[in-house]
């Protein structure tokens, strides 16, 4: 199993930047993609970006794009979520997830962390 570990977020004012940090332990090979989700409170959860583990491809949800950076550390094992030019609608819990396959869907990621709030003020 793998475990994942957040870290970052916080409040911020608008067209400030926050990094969020994921910490995969655990059968971290087993990895092929991790993906950065948030749930806005009353919303579903909504997928933001994702990464292959190994190739670093990306992806990202159009309302972050030039806005948002996913990367990886395969060293350390960690995710991160560059976030800049934050928006007050980009307030939402932020979760970091893992999985086998490349997907925006989060029923197929395996591994969640706890969520982190990110507030955006206005």
């Known amino acids: 199993q793998v475990q994942l570990v957040e870290s970052g977020g916080g409040l911020v004012q608008a067209g400030g930047s926050l990094r969020l940090s994921c910490a995969a332990s655990?059968?971290?090979?087993?990895?092929?993609?991790m993906g950065w989700f948030r749930q806005a409170p009353g919303k579903e959860r909504e997928f933001v970006a994702a990464?292959?583990?190994?190739?670093?491809?990306?992806y990202y949800v159009d309302s972050v794009k030039g806005r948002f950076t996913i990367s990886r550390d395969n060293a350390k094992s960690t995710g991160n979520l560059q976030m800049n030019s934050l928006k007050p609608e980009d307030t939402a819990v932020y979760y970091c997830a893992a999985g086998r396959t490349f997907t925006t869907n989060p029923s197929e990621y395996d591994a969640w962390g706890q969520g982190t709030q990110v507030t955006v003020s206005s």
């Open positions: 655990g059968r971290t090979f087993s990895i092929y993609a």
């Open positions: 990464m292959t583990w190994r190739s670093g491809s990306t």
